[in-house]
């Protein structure tokens, strides 16, 4: 079965740097966009970043170009590295894949999130 699991949250302060990662298994991982996103309290769901099977990506334009998404489909697993930070970007992030190859598909399946908190 798909399997996602986050690690890398934690405790930063702000202008400081976080890289979360997500390791995956159960399916072809190489033939699957993946995705961040990231829920904070008391709001909804939100992406943060979308990698294509072929590499391609796309940022929320909130973001500010602060973070990086990347993968490495020999160890299944795609990152996320987070310059910068800000409070507003405390959440739990998710790693998702998606149900196909490219950017315009959705998510499909979900990690159990990992917390990212940061202080100001």
């Known amino acids: 079965q798909v399997q996602l699991v986050e690690s890398g949250g934690g405790l930063v302060q702000a202008g400081g740097s976080l890289r979360v990662s997500c390791t995956a298994s159960?399916?072809?991982?190489?033939?699957?966009?993946m995705g961040w996103y990231r829920q904070a309290p008391g709001k909804g769901r939100e992406l943060v970043a979308t990698?294509?099977?072929?590499?391609?990506?796309y940022y929320s334009e909130s973001l500010e170009n602060r973070f990086t998404i990347s993968r490495e489909n020999v160890k299944n697993s795609v990152s996320l590295q987070m310059r910068n930070l800000k409070p507003e970007d405390t959440a739990v992030y998710y790693c998702a894949r998606h149900r196909g190859p490219s950017l315009q598909t959705n998510p499909e399946y979900w990690g159990q999130g990992t917390q990212v908190t940061v202080s100001s």
């Open positions: 990698i294509s099977s072929g590499g391609l990506t």
């Open positions: 159960g399916f072809a991982f190489g033939m699957y966009a």
